[in-house]
């Protein structure tokens, strides 16, 4: 089942919705349903498993109200994150190796422990949106096509066999970084947390829709031509890792994000670097969960 974030063009007003299973175009407005979320997250946090076996079921039914995405403003699913995002640096081997030839002293050495930072977001940008370039500040802008996986309740001490309970689902996030500031900084927090720097969508696509642990093709792609291509199966530290390691020493409340890094073929992988520029479009792609498109600038 997939969950949405949109507008309409008459309010303004952020409402959510789901999709209907047999055409993409359509969604089906919660409100209908006589369910009262303020947000995503809210929902994420409140919603009963019998109230998900309401929607799942409306989803694949013909009679009910629905609305034409064209006809409605699209917004990222958690447009504004209660917490910063968690993500995970270097986490697949190729993107090491890339990294590396970049800029040794930021990205080389050995590394037996995931790399943790986290990602300010003041709103997430939506499929469809702007990704400001930033000049006066950023002289290499960069994209990151990342799995992003979403905690559906808070999450303390939890086991690597209990991982995926915890689990609400799957979206796309870009990591735009700026690698300048990156890599000025000794730390990423800055280069990666610039207003605009976070697409994340186009939808959330439930636990169920998948196999465990889940295996997709993710891919990017700049003005059309593919710049990365790889499967989340290739992840170094896994989803059942993550959880498990980073609840044994604080809550994952409901409505985390956490971004489990990005495959080889960023722009500073290419030789001479290959970084985004006013004008172009970016498009990261996974496997059953859909595109996220965005424009720089």
């Known amino acids: 089942m997939k969950f949405y974030t949109y507008k ?16 993409e175009e359509l969604l089906y407005p ?19 498993p019998a109230e998900l076996q309401i929607l799942n079921l409306a989803s694949r039914k013909e009679e009910l109200r629905f609305l034409k995405k064209d006809g409605v403003i699209a917004c990222a699913p958690i447009t504004h994150p209660r917490q910063d995002i968690i993500c995970l640096g270097i986490n697949y081997l190729a993107h090491a190796e890339e990294s590396a030839r970049y800029k040794k002293e930021a990205f080389g050495g050995e590394r037996p422990y995931p ?36 905690i559906g309740k808070d999450a303390k001490n939890v086991s690597r066999e209990q991982a995926y309970d915890y689990v609400f689902g799957y979206t796309i996030m870009n990591d735009v970084s700026a690698r300048n500031l990156q890599t000025r900084h000794k730390q990423w927090y800055f280069g990666k947390s ?17 196999q465990t642990p889940p295996e997709l093709a993710i891919k990017s792609y700049v003005n059309g031509q593919l710049r990365q291509d790889s499967n989340t199966n290739l992840l170094i530290f896994d989803i059942a890792h993550v959880i498990s390691e980073l609840s044994q020493g604080m809550t994952l409340k409901a409505g985390t994000i956490i971004a489990m890094g990005t495959p080889a073929g960023v722009g500073m992988g290419f030789e001479p670097p290959n970084f985004l520029k006013p004008g172009d479009t970016v498009t990261c792609e996974i496997e059953q969960i859909g595109q996220l498109t965005n424009h720089i600038q």
């Open 115 to 150: 790399i943790y930072f986290s990602k300010r977001v003041n709103e997430a940008v939506a499929h469809g949106g702007i990704i400001p370039a930033c000049q006066q500040l950023v002289d290499s802008l960069d994209y990151e096509v990342e799995l992003a996986v979403i």
């Open 30 to 48: 919660l409100s209908q349903f006589d369910m009262d979320f303020s947000d995503m997250t809210d929902l994420i946090t409140r919603i009963t």
């Open 194 to 210: 610039l207003d605009g720097f976070t697409p994340l969508g186009p939808c959330i696509v439930t636990i169920d829709e998948f």
């Open 8 to 23: 309409t063009k008459d309010t303004g007003k952020e409402e959510l919705a789901i999709g209907y299973a047999y055409n």
